[in-house]
């Protein structure tokens, strides 16, 4: 549990305080708290945020809405932190927003509320707290519950009208928080959002996307699009349609900060947008490598005079196609197993590079890792065999591609170019994969020597055996 053993130090520092600051005739918002059952954490949060000395000001006119030591104690699990954030010398004062988050303005005794929902105005900011008190159930049998909303949580007063002076206390079942747990619960509480909310919630309930979404921990900045700048429209025109999407550029309208961490600092921001942003509408594969500079390599192999897909580059007519484009780095790491051999060989050596880019060059269909389902996915390569297999990891999303020879992990996100789902999709890859053991090249490969057509399919056909042997293990 939290801070056991810790409230009796505590205590006694606001012990220290009080006779510091002396007593008067009317108990001030600290001292009433010191007498509140079940305020003991946040009376003792109070003074390590260097509050104290506010709150012992007699004559403020205020509303506390006071999280239960209960509701404190769970906060930890709530938000996945560990260490004592709102105790600690150190590290208190940052809370101290959060604090103040739980004072509104003026004094309000619970039958000054009115019914169905008003709204709190925050003592220190601008913003409010919405209110809803109403009758949960049998109006003859159940009670007004009055149910307060924050940014990140919804809490139900426990337990109303302490008197504390000229101010007044309700104690909260939870704890009133000015930021969004995580992104997904952003997306989900922020009625602008209820867009993209609905669209990320079709994304299925195990996709990777959805667990970093959902994840306490995660670290992103979000942009995400308000409702009405998500559309996009669709325009047809005999039988093309065309997806419109907003142009210009958006604005941020708002930002919220998400999630805490053990230190009191933010994890991630929500910005919300006017607009959809749309990734750059690429047209060839060489504006799409451009975009990265670790493609050179790959470049040189691509256009080389053993290649038959070197006009590919500049085209802008290509379509349904798959490139899975190892980095620099791999083609190093795959050089150096063969030591001798260049780049040059490698190119030289036009069998071995058609065979490669066979396998790297996806034709027939437009494969993204987006897209790809979690698992196994069998992709047919060009000669209609299955050369090579995908696997996504349903809880991180990684993919994983597998050849009859060795493997490779995609890096970074999908390239588009030209018509998402129709078009080339750009896939980088940390490792070469390889059909089979690799014929390097001609010059003196001989040992190394490309296989015959006939060798290759029976080779296809022992391995799709032995892959239906042991099919789930791929
Ligand atoms: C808090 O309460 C204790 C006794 O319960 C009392 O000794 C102490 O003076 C109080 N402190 C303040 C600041 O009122
Ligand atoms: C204090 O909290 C405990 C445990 O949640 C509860 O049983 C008790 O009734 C509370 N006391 C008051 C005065 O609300
Ligand atoms: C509390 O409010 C009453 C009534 O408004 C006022 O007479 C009194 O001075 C206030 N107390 C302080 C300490 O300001
Ligand atoms: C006490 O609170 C009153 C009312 O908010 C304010 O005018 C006064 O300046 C405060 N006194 C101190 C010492 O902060
Ligand atoms: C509400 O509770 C009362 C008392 O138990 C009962 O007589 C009445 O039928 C209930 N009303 C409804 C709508 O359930
Ligand atoms: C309504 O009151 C009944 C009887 O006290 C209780 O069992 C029930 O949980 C209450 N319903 C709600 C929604 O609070
Ligand atoms: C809080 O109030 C809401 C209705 O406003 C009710 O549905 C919910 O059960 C209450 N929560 C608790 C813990 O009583
Ligand atoms: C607190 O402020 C409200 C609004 O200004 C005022 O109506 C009320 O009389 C004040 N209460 C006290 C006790 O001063
Ligand atoms: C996700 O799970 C929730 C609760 O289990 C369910 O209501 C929802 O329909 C599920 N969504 C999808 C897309 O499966
Ligand atoms: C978008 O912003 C950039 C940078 O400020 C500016 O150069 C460009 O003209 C803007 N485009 C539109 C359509 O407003
Ligand atoms: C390539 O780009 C990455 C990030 O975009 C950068 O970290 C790296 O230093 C760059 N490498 C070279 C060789 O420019
Ligand atoms: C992939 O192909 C293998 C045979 O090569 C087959 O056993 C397996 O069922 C296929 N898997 C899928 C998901 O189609």
Not at 16 to 44: D, E, H, V, W
Not at 142 to 168: C, E, K, L, P, Q
Not at 345 to 363: C, K, M
Request: glycine residues 8%.
């Amino acid at each position: 549990m939290l801070m056991h053993g810790r409230v009796p130090t505590l205590i006694l520092a606001g012990l220290l305080i009080s006779l510091a600051t002396g007593t008067s005739a009317q108990p001030s918002i600290y001292s009433a708290l010191n007498s509140t059952a079940n305020a003991t954490f946040f009376y003792s949060s109070l003074s390590d945020a260097n509050l104290a000395t506010v709150f012992s000001n007699t004559s403020l006119n205020l509303t506390l809405l006071v999280p239960s030591d209960a509701a404190f104690g769970a906060l930890e699990t709530q938000l996945n932190i560990s260490g004592d954030l709102f105790f600690l010398p150190n590290l208190a004062p940052k809370a101290a927003p959060i604090l103040l988050y739980h004072f509104v303005t003026p004094s309000t005794p619970s039958g000054s509320i009115p019914p169905n929902i008003s709204s709190f105005n925050l003592a220190f900011g601008s913003s409010t707290l919405k209110v809803n008190s109403s009758v949960v159930g049998n109006s003859t049998v159940n009670s007004t519950v009055i149910r307060i909303s924050s940014i990140g949580s919804d809490v139900n007063i426990t337990r109303t009208d302490i008197s504390a002076g000229n101010s007044t206390i309700h104690i909260l079942d939870g704890v009133l928080l000015p930021f969004y747990i995580s992104i997904g619960s952003g997306l989900s509480r922020n009625k602008d959002l209820s867009a993209i909310n609905s669209l990320t919630n079709k994304l299925g309930n195990n996709t990777a996307f959805l667990n970093v979404l959902n994840n306490l921990n995660t670290e992103y900045t979000v942009l995400a699009p308000v409702n009405s700048g998500l559309p996009l429209s669709l325009v047809k025109n005999g039988s093309v349609v065309t997806v419109v999407s907003p142009t210009g550029n958006a604005t941020i309208l708002s930002s919220f900060n998400v999630g805490l961490t053990g230190s009191g600092s933010y994890r991630s921001a929500i910005h919300l947008i006017s607009q959809i942003l749309l990734p750059p509408t690429l047209t060839t594969v060489r504006e799409a490598l451009s975009l990265r500079n670790d493609t050179k390599t790959f470049i040189s192999v691509f256009t080389s005079s053993g290649s038959s897909y070197a006009s590919w580059l500049d085209s802008t007519s290509l379509s349904r196609s798959t490139l899975l484009v190892p980095t620099d780095t791999a083609f190093a790491t795959l050089l150096a197993q063969y030591p001798g051999y260049t780049l040059q060989n490698l190119i030289a050596g036009s069998t071995g590079v058609s065979q490669l880019l066979d396998l790297l060059v996806i034709r027939s269909s437009t494969i993204s890792l987006a897209g790809l389902a979690n698992g196994i996915t069998n992709i047919t390569v060009n000669n209609g065999a299955v050369l090579l297999r995908a696997n996504k990891s349903s809880s991180t999303g990684a993919v994983k591609f597998l050849s009859l020879a060795n493997s490779a992990n995609s890096v970074g996100s999908d390239y588009y170019i030209g018509r998402v789902e129709s078009g080339v999709t750009v896939i980088i890859i940390d490792t070469v994969l390889l059909p089979q053991p690799f014929n390097m090249g001609a010059d003196g490969a001989s040992s190394l020597a490309a296989p015959s057509p006939f060798a290759m399919a029976f080779c296809s056909v022992i391995a799709a055996a032995l892959l239906h042997a042991f099919g789930r293990q791929w």
